[in-house]
C-alpha cells in the first residue's frame, strides 16, 4: 500500500468534506493508498510542500507570490465557501462603508478573495473600513463579537451555516462569497519538487477524492450525514438547506478545472497581490486521474 500525508490548511466543508468522506467511506483504503491527514494550517510553506495539499488557493497564492511550484490534480468546486455575515441595519456589501470588519489577513487566500469581492462593491479594503485581521479559525469569537456590537460584520466560513446562524440572531448574510467571485478551489495540490503529480499515491488519492465527489453530487443522505459532524450547531434540515443551496449544485463531480474561470481568477488574484501573472491556468490546474 502507498502512503502519503495530506494537509489541510483551513477548516470546515469547504477544506475537508471531499478528503473526509474518502477517508470515512475507506475510499482510500479502496484505491490502496494510506492517508494522514494532517492539519497544516500553521505550517509553513516549506513543510507544506512535502506533502499533498488540499488548499487551492493557498497554493496559487503561494506560486504567484513566491514561485513555488504548485499544480492542482484535483477541482472540488469553483465556488468559495465564506460569507460575509453582518448585524442588523446592513443590507448590503456597500454599508460596510466605516464599518468594522473581522476577516482573514491579505496575504491569505481566503483573505485576497474577500479584497477582491470588497474592490467589486466599491470599497478599498484598506481605506473604506475598518478591518480587523484574525487567522482563520472555529469563527466563535466573530459570533460573539457580533452579539456584543464590538464588531459589525465578519467574514466567515464553512464551520457553520450561515444563513442559520443569521435567522437564529436577526442578523443579515451579505454575500456569499461564490456569487462573485470564482475560482476553481480546494481540491488536491503537489509541489513536483517533491512529490511527482503522476505519483501512484497521488493518483489514489485523485481518484478516491473523485468518489467522493460523486457521493457528495449523487448520495444528499450520506453527505448530509457527513456534513453535520462539521455543522454540530445546525439542526438536521439546517446542514440539508445549506447543502442544497452551496454545495450539491457547485462541487464538480469529475475534479476537472474549468479553464475560463481559472484564467480569470489568476488575473485577479495576481492583481490583488500585486504581483505579475507569471502562470497560466493550463500550467497551474492539471488533471491526474480520469474520472471513475
Known sequence: MHTIDLA??????????????????????????????????????????RGATIGLGRALLSRLADGTPWVALNVNTHRPLFWFLA????????????????VHAPHTAPGCFARIVLRQAGLDPDRDLHTIVRPPGDY???????????IDAAYVGSTMAPEAVAAEHGWQVLAWVGDHF?????GVA?????????????????????????????????TVRHIRTFLGGQTAE??????????????????????????????????ELGVPATVTAAEFYRAAATTP
Open 140 to 150: 466563535s469569537l466573530d459570533l460573539r463579537a457580533l452579539r456584543d456590537g464590538s
Open 8 to 49: 489541510y490548511v483551513g477548516r470546515g466543508l469547504h477544506e475537508e468534506l471531499a478528503g473526509y468522506i474518502a477517508d470515512q467511506q475507506d475510499y482510500y483504503a479502496d484505491e490502496g493508498v494510506h492517508v494522514a491527514l494532517r492539519d497544516g494550517c500553521a505550517w509553513d510553506e516549506e513543510r507544506l510542500r
Open 238 to 271: 439546517e446542514a440539508r438547506a445549506h447543502y442544497e443551496t452551496f454545495i450539491a449544485p457547485y462541487f464538480t463531480t469529475d475534479g476537472q478545472a474549468d479553464p475560463a474561470i481559472g484564467a480569470t481568477a489568476i488575473t485577479a488574484v495576481a492583481a
Open 87 to 102: 448585524r442588523p441595519g446592513l443590507t448590503s456589501l456597500a454599508d460596510l462603508a466605516g464599518r468594522r470588519l473581522a
Open 182 to 186: 470564482q475560482i476553481p478551489t480546494v
Open 190 to 222: 503537489v509541489d513536483p519538487t517533491y512529490i511527482a503529480p503522476d505519483d501512484p499515491a497521488v493518483q489514489a488519492v485523485v481518484r478516491a477524492h473523485r468518489r467522493a465527489l460523486q457521493v457528495i453530487r449523487n448520495d444528499p443522505d450520506t
